[in-house]
Nanobody
Framework: QVQLVESGGGLVKPNDSLKLSCAAS???????MAWFRQAPGKDREFVAG????????YVVDSVKGRFAISRNNVINALYLEMNNLKPEDTAVYYC?????????????????????WGQGAQVTSPP
């Protein structure tokens, strides 16, 4: 089982951009990958997911057109490019890995389907 480490979080102004990275300790070709986020007092929510080979991606409507997920299976890394950040994007962002088939099921957005998590990266965009 791989270990995941996020980086790239920080404090930004509204409309700024930020790119999160997630480094895996081993091969990630066996996994569907995703980004989740959790704001204070709220449940962890799905943000974006990507199939094992990067051939298909999905982002939730609240970030569509602003965020993009990508992966590099050669260097075992996952990314979340975030543009036009808003105060409501403030949260701890987590990368997650789950079995390949998860991406193609109706439960792909459920955190329960992912069994490996990073420690999280704080992204703050004050009003």
């Amino acid at each position: 089982q791989v270990q995941l480490v996020e980086s790239g979080g920080g404090l930004v102004k509204p409309n700024d951009s930020l790119k999160l990275s997630c480094a895996a300790s081993g091969r990630i070709t066996e996994y569907a990958m995703a980004w989740f986020r959790q704001a204070p007092g709220k449940d962890r929510e799905f943000v974006a997911g990507i199939a094992w080979n990067g051939g298909s991606t999905y982002v939730v409507d609240s970030v569509k057109g602003r965020f993009a997920i990508s992966r590099n299976n050669v260097i075992n890394a996952l990314y979340l490019e975030m543009n036009n950040l808003k105060p409501e994007d403030t949260a701890v962002y987590y990368c997650a890995a789950g079995p390949r088939h998860v991406y193609h099921t109706e439960n792909y957005a459920s955190p329960w389907e992912y069994d490996t998590w990073g420690q999280g990266a704080q992204v703050t965009s004050p009003p």
